[in-house]
């Protein structure tokens, strides 16, 4: 099993910033695509952003140019700094990982999910 524990949820006025850290555990694992997904009352979830393990980064259009994605693969961390957030930013925010166990075996882990309400 990998275990994925997020943090930096919280409330925040329009226009603020959140950072979202994730950090996964477990053992003889690696990590391909890390990322952040959200799900707001009513609504499905969605993708936010997503990070390879070479580095490439992929983005919801509704979050282009505020958030930002990034990962420490030697800690098995993946961030998500959370700028000019607005209104209908406000969901859990769930994060994700697509993993490769013993070398062999895919799967998919999410975290609990942690709260991000931003008040107008």
């Known amino acids: 099993q990998v275990q994925l524990v997020e943090s930096g949820g919280g409330l925040v006025q329009a226009g603020g910033s959140l950072r979202l850290s994730c950090a996964a555990s477990?053992?003889?694992?690696?990590?391909?695509?890390f990322g952040w997904y959200r799900q707001a009352p009513g609504k499905q979830r969605e993708l936010v952003a997503i990070?390879?393990?070479?580095?490439?980064?992929n983005y919801a259009d509704s979050v282009k140019g505020r958030f930002t994605i990034s990962r420490d693969s030697a800690k098995n961390m993946v961030y998500l700094q959370m700028n000019s957030l607005k209104p209908e930013d406000t969901a859990v925010y769930y994060c994700?990982?697509?993993?490769?166990?013993?070398?062999?075996?895919?799967?998919?882990?999410w975290g609990q999910g942690t709260q991000v309400t931003v008040s107008s």
């Open positions: 990070v390879s393990s070479g580095g490439s980064t």
């Open positions: 994700n990982a697509d993993t490769i166990r013993y070398e062999a075996y895919r799967s998919v882990y």
């Open positions: 477990g053992s003889d694992f690696r990590i391909n695509d």
